[in-house]
């Protein structure tokens, strides 16, 4: 009996290992500093979205750098990478906003930092100029950007009108993303 259970742990070992080979090669638009910051504040949502807000705009200003830049070697494909890691970035800023409005997390604070800052993205975009190598990267992070955007001052009304109602579940943090 204990060597069938010895034998179950070795195999969930080898899966979790496996499962951690395949997500790594998935391209994690995070470093992995980034992704212990993200899991320090998996419980202050407020944080966690300005983490996610910090990311978004280190990757902007590393496109602005390299299309200012054309002495970077392969620079049209390091533009295209981090015009891909905004978008993966964006889409995780919005899955987080999801579930933190979901569960009725008072998240009105940052909400207003990422309104602000989602208006201004679609601009800064438009610095990486326009190259075949990388347009569809870019499309795809202009639309990232406009969802960020539209969802986040839908989010910020919802959330005044909740709490408006709801006064004595402000400043909460709620069930937020693990």
């Not at 212990?36 to 949502?45: E, G, L």
């Amino acid at each position: 009996m204990v060597r069938r259970i010895a034998c179950l742990l070795i195999l969930f070992l080898a899966a979790g290992s496996a499962v951690r080979l395949c997500a790594q090669d998935d391209q994690d638009p995070l470093t992995p500093d980034e992704v212990q910051q993200v899991r320090d504040d998996a419980i202050h949502p407020n944080e966690r979205i300005k983490l996610y807000m910090k990311f978004i705009e280190d990757r902007l200003t590393s496109i602005r750098q390299l299309a200012g830049n054309p002495d970077v070697a392969d620079r049209k494909a390091q533009i295209r990478d981090k015009l891909e890691e905004f978008t993966h970035l964006c889409d995780e800023l919005q899955d987080n906003l999801d579930t933190y409005d979901a569960a009725h997390a008072d998240i009105r604070k940052s909400l207003k930092e990422v309104v602000a800052s989602t208006a201004k993205w679609p601009a800064e975009l438009r610095a990486a100029g326009t190259d075949a190598s990388y347009d569809f990267s870019l499309k795809t992070a202009q639309e990232a950007a406009q969802s960020a955007s539209e969802e986040a001052r839908q989010l910020a009304t919802e959330q005044d009108a909740f709490f408006q109602t709801h006064k004595d579940e402000r400043h909460r943090n709620g069930n937020g993303p693990s």
